[in-house]
Structure formats: C-alpha cells, structure tokens
Nanobody
Framework: QVQLVESGGGVVQPGGSLRLSCAVS????????MGWYRQAPGAQRELVADITSGGSTNYGDSVKGRFTVSKDNDKNTLYLQMNSLKPDDTAVYYCLTNVQYSLTRFRDFWGQGTQVTVSS
C-alpha cells in the first residue's frame, strides 16, 4: 500500500502565500512523476504543476511565475510554493504520484486533497 498525506492548505488573503506538502509513504520501489492538481467547485480537475523523477517541471498557464513545484527525494515529499495568490486559485488541491510499488507494478496514487481558499 502507498499513502499520500497532504498538508498546508488554509485561508489566505489575495496576494498572500501558502506552501503545500505531500508526503508519500508505504511500499515504494521508486517514485516516478509527481504533481499537483486542483478542482474548484463546478469545474474540472486541472493540472497545477508536475515534476519528473529527473526534476523537470511543468506548470499550468494560470500559475506560471507564481507557483513553484519541488520535491525532496530523501523524504519522498512533494511541495508547492504558492505566491501572489488570487481568488481564482481557490480550490481543493490534490497530490498525484506515479509509484512503482513492486518489481513490475506501477500505479497512480491520489492524495485526499487539501482546501485552499483565497479571500479577503
């Protein structure tokens, strides 16, 4: 079994910052790509940012220049630093990781989600 535990969400004023974390634990042979997605009420889930095992990053257009994705391989933890937050960033943020959990098996695992609310 593989578990993802997210933390760091909350309520922040426009222009503020938050840092999300996603700790991955369990039966892990190798972690491949990791990423953050978000889903606002009534909207589809969308990519925020992802990072490959080699460290290459990719961002959704709406967050480029404001958000930074990173990871700590020793801690199997993914981070999302969110700056200059806007009300449109309000959503539930989910961590997604592709994990090799046996010699021959890979799977995507989702976190439980953490709420980010940007409001004055």
């Amino acid at each position: 079994q593989v578990q993802l535990v997210e933390s760091g969400g909350g309520v922040v004023q426009p222009g503020g910052s938050l840092r999300l974390s996603c700790a991955v634990s369990g039966s892990i042979v190798r972690i491949n790509s990791m990423g953050w997605y978000r889903q606002a009420p009534g909207a589809q889930r969308e990519l925020v940012a992802d990072i490959t095992s080699g460290g290459s990053t990719n961002y959704g257009d709406s967050v480029k220049g404001r958000f930074t994705v990173s990871k700590d391989n020793d801690k199997n933890t993914l981070y999302l630093q969110m700056n200059s937050l806007k009300p449109d960033d309000t959503a539930v943020y989910y961590c997604l990781t592709n994990v090799q959990y046996s010699l021959t098996r890979f799977r995507d695992f989702w976190g439980q989600g953490t709420q980010v609310t940007v409001s004055s």
